[in-house]
């Protein structure tokens, strides 16, 4: 039997979770968990951005 959440499900889960860490803790680890991802990102992309700009052909005056 495969286990599914439904919305009241959810919505269970998200008022236990608020209860317990309160909205300004949340506010903190989203904003701590954004920043984490943007830097694993940008870490595994490298170079690719100065890459993409070196072959994009420039106009020639």
Do not use: C, H, N
């Not at 903190?28 to 940008?42: H, P, S, V």
Request: proline share 5%; charged share 30%.
């Amino acid at each position: 039997m495969p286990f599914r959440l439904g919305a009241p499900e959810l919505i269970i889960i998200l008022v236990i979770v608020i209860v317990l860490f309160g909205t300004s803790r949340i506010s903190t680890i989203g904003r701590d968990l954004g920043a984490a991802i943007r830097e694993f990102r940008k870490g595994m992309g490298g170079d690719e951005a100065k890459k993409k700009e070196e072959e994009t052909p420039t106009k020639e005056q």
